[in-house]
Structures are given as C-alpha cells and as structure tokens.
C-alpha cells in the first residue's frame, strides 16, 4: 500500500514538473511581408505570443505600429530580414507597412486570452470577408503546441506509472516465490 502511494506521488511529481513547462511556453508565429500585403494580415494570439515578420519579397517593406509600439525601419527586399515583437497585453494591435500603406498593406494582431471565445470576437472585429480565414488557421497555430504538450507530460506520466506497476509486479513476484 505504502509502495502505491510513493507511486501516486512519483506520478503526481512527473505532472508538475512537466505541465508548467508545457504552459509557460512563449509562442510564435510569423507573418510574410509580399509585394504588397502581409501574409497573414490579420491575426488573433495569446499573450506572450512572439510575432516575427519575415521579408518575403522584392520591394522595401516596414512593420509599423499605428500606435508607435514598434517600426522596423525598412527591410530591403529580397533580404529575408526579419523584425519581431512579443505581445504581452491583450487588444488590438494595427500596423502598416510604410511605403505601401495607400495600397492597403496594412495588418493587425488582436491579444486575447480567451482561447473558445476568440473566434468569434475575431469574426466581429472583422470587416472584410477575406478576414475570416486567415484569422482561423491563426487560431489553429497557436492553439497546437500547448495541447500537444501537454499530451506528452500526459503520456510522460502514464508510462511511469505503468513501469511502476510493472517493478512493483516483479518485485511481488520475487518475494512470493
Ligand atoms: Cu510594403
């Protein structure tokens, strides 16, 4: 009895130790700056979330918050240079590329903590139609690592549970025999 309860509390060790890791994480997604449009425009992340834009083009492109959070100066084209910012409030964030915002190269990355009520609040902010899609392969990103991360400290702690049981076994076994 003693032995199982070492066991639970092994188990119960593994899950802590390995759950937080699986949280904490600071996400990632990157957004492509074409002639003349980022690619994906608008975006919906959680907070702590590291965009990073990556000169995907051939003409001179800028990330530049509308609000003076953040501009990269000009990334010449063809230089796959890159900028990145981590969001750490949630809101709405609006930016634009300098020399190609009367064409409409303009983006925004909404922060939200809410992880089932951020598809439709995104749809709502939206104006265009074309907004709808992007928003929700953002939506399938960032929402993967932490469930798949958490599926391995799962298993972690499953499989050591189980080669307890299986030593405790043998070591029975052992004792009777
Ligand atoms: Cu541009």
Known sequence: MRRLLQLAMLSLVALLFFAPAAWSQGQEVTVRMEDNFFDQANITVKPGTTVTWVQSGNNPHTTTSYDGLWDSGMIEGGSGGTFSYTFEEPGRYDYFCIPHE????????????????????????????????????????????????????????????????????????????
């Open 102 to 177: 009367s064409l409409g190269m303009i983006g925004s990355v909404t922060v939200s903590d809410a992880t089932a009520t951020a598809s439709p609040t995104a749809t709502a902010t939206g104006t265009a139609t074309a907004a709808a899609s992007p928003t929700a392969t953002a939506l399938a990103d960032t929402g993967g690592p932490p469930v798949s991360s958490l599926l391995i400290a799962l298993v972690a702690t499953l499989s050591l549970a189980v080669y307890g049981v299986i030593a405790l076994t043998l070591l029975r076994r052992h004792s009777t025999s």
